[in-house]
């Protein structure tokens, strides 16, 4: 783009037609009067004789400009002259999703890391325009990602994630959930989902408490539960219901990581409806170009009239 004043060209390679359309109507349209230049073609006296038959309507003599004004009207068009569009603004999403990952060594070595993280992967790809923030715990609680509405690049990070990431040991939801409902509030995001990603190992009263801060903050807690492939200490069904109390606390639904549809058809209902002024404007551009387009018809009909 070239900048001229407060004109901006959004195609200025465009302007190299102007001065050939220029040089090209110069030259032909000369010999464009008469009778296209049969007068200059034909034996004088042939011509006179056709004439005086009335087999040939004599020309007006007059330069016929219409064909090389239309043409460089269209060919400035296409340089596209473009003014700025103060008003241009932006809005962000204040509907956000948060997903707290448990990368304990329950989960990461109970079997089901594989399908854990492709259920992580689909709640971020229907998330739709909100915007997604990671959380990491095991022993402590990471922001592996601040709030994104770059989904993929988000997928990519969850599909390598493995027991390695989170080094301190232990797991401790509550730290998680914490981190959470801090994100949420740092980025003024005023009606969310968190989805917590667990066995059920570690959910306590202090993890009661942060899902139900949650809660009265506007947001849910829903989770996808880890079915470990081997049972411990605890079984299966103990650590369900701690989870389904800690989701009673914060709203949600609970889901397998095997059957995640319930989690996932939650994002898919959940509209943007709560907007708000970004913090950037939009960069727009009005073309005038068109309106030369339109401009141009006018010595292009002149084209079709019919003489006297």
């Known amino acids: 783009m070239i900048e001229i004043s407060d004109i901006m060209l959004l195609r200025p390679q465009w302007l190299l037609a102007v001065p050939l359309v220029a040089v090209l109507g110069y030259y032909f349209v000369p010999r464009m009067t008469a009778l296209a230049a049969w007068d200059r073609a034909i034996d004088p006296a042939l011509m006179t ?3 005086q038959l009335g087999r ?5 003599g007059r330069k016929n400009w219409f064909p090389a004004a239309t043409a460089l009207l269209i060919a400035i068009a296409l340089v596209g002259p473009a003014k700025e569009v103060q008003e241009g603004s932006s809005f962000r999403n204040l509907d956000g999703v948060v997903l707290v990952m448990d990368l304990s060594r329950s989960v990461a070595e109970g079997g089901r890391l594989e399908e854990t993280l492709t259920a992580a992967r689909l709640v971020v790809e229907q998330a739709g325009t909100r915007p997604v923030a990671l959380i990491l715990y095991a022993g402590d609680a990471y922001v592996a990602s601040a709030f994104t509405r770059d989904h993929r ?7 390598v994630l493995d027991g390695e990431t989170v080094p301190d040991k232990g797991s401790r939801p ?8 801090r994100s949420l509030s740092d980025a003024d995001i ?3 989902d968190v989805v917590l990603v667990t066995d059920g190992g570690g959910i306590d009263d202090r993890a009661y408490r942060e899902a139900a801060a949650i809660s009265a903050r506007g947001s849910r807690v829903s989770s996808l539960f880890v079915t470990p492939s081997a049972v411990g200490s605890e079984t299966p069904e103990e650590n369900l219901k701690l989870v389904e109390t800690l989701v009673r606390s914060g709203g949600g639904e609970v889901a397998s990581v095997l059957d995640p549809l319930a989690i996932t058809a939650l994002m898919e209902e959940t509209a943007a409806t709560e907007l708000a002024a970004g913090d950037f404007a939009t960069l727009a551009w ?4 068109r309106f030369l387009l339109l401009l141009a018809l006018l010595p292009a009909l002149a084209l079709f009239r019919r003489g006297g």
């Open 49 to 51: 004789a056709l004439e």
């Open 56 to 60: 040939v309507v004599p020309g007006s």
């Open 153 to 159: 690049a988000l997928g990519t990070t969850i599909a």
């Open 174 to 181: 509550a730290l998680g959930l914490g981190a959470a409902l």
């Open 190 to 192: 005023i009606a969310g």
């Open 286 to 289: 009005r073309d005038y170009g």
